[in-house]
């Protein structure tokens, strides 16, 4: 059974920096494209990076402006996300997502976990 | 950057047809996701590929994508179907996701 876990989230101050895990278990975790995606309280879907199955291509949403960087430890079936210059708008469920090979879609989803930026 | 745009609510009787569209510019040219969110939860995929059903999601579900338009269908509607609902695409030019800005699908 697939299952991604994500970890990591808390309370950080605007400026501060944080990094998100996503556990992979359930399948070939190496062999997949992987996404983060948030959601601001109250607000839609917003897709924040890809990363390719070997880690050798990345993709950012242009809003993050170099401040997020999407990395992956395929010998953990571990997903990254160091979060950098964090923004009180940066507030938000970060999701990691199973793609399911490169850039086709979302398949699988973990549960989430929040940041909050706040002084 | 590519927009895509969803109503943002739609109403609908039980046992009735709700058709949700997200639209873009020639979006029929691109492939379409549509995913199920319901409160507190993660979103699910309930159709990939503009109209193709992923395991475990029932036949009510369909999706159709052409011009400047994709649509979601969900036939003989039930309260359980009450969420939200978000159209996504890839943008190749920008290599950038996307998503619409979601439709609450109410069950009256």
């Known amino acids: 059974q697939v299952h991604l876990v994500e970890s990591g989230g808390g309370v950080v101050q605007p400026g501060g920096s944080l990094r998100l895990s996503c556990a992979a278990s359930?399948?070939?975790?190496?062999?997949?494209?992987m996404h983060w995606v948030r959601q601001p309280p109250g607000r839609g879907l917003e897709w924040v990076a890809f990363i390719r199955h070997d880690g050798s291509i990345t993709f950012y949403a242009d809003s993050l402006k170099g401040r997020f960087t999407i990395s992956r430890d395929n010998s953990k079936s571990t997903l990254y996300l160091q979060m950098t210059s964090l923004r009180v708008e940066d507030t938000a469920v970060y999701y990691c997502?199973?793609?399911?090979?490169?850039?086709?879609?979302?398949?699988?989803w973990g549960t989430g976990t929040t940041v909050t930026v706040s002084s | 950057s590519y927009v895509l745009t969803q109503p943002p609510s739609v109403s609908v009787a039980p046992g009735q047809t709700a058709r949700i569209t997200c639209g873009g510019d020639?979006?029929?040219?691109?492939?379409v996701h549509w995913f199920q969110q319901k409160p507190g939860q993660a979103p699910v995929l309930v159709v990939c590929?503009?109209?193709d059903r992923p395991s475990g999601i029932p036949e009510r579900f369909s999706g159709s994508n052409s011009g400047n338009t994709a649509t979601l269908t969900i036939s003989r509607v039930e309260a359980g179907d009450e969420a939200d609902y978000y159209c996504?695409?890839?943008?190749?030019?920008?290599?950038?996701?996307?998503f619409g800005g979601g439709t609450k699908l109410t069950v009256l």
């Open positions: 590929n503009d109209s």
């Open positions: 996504q695409v890839w943008d190749s030019r920008s290599d950038q996701g996307v």
């Open positions: 020639n979006i029929g040219t691109k492939s």
């Open positions: 997502a199973k793609d399911l090979d490169f850039v086709d879609y979302m398949d699988v």
């Open positions: 359930g399948f070939a975790f190496s062999n997949f494209g």
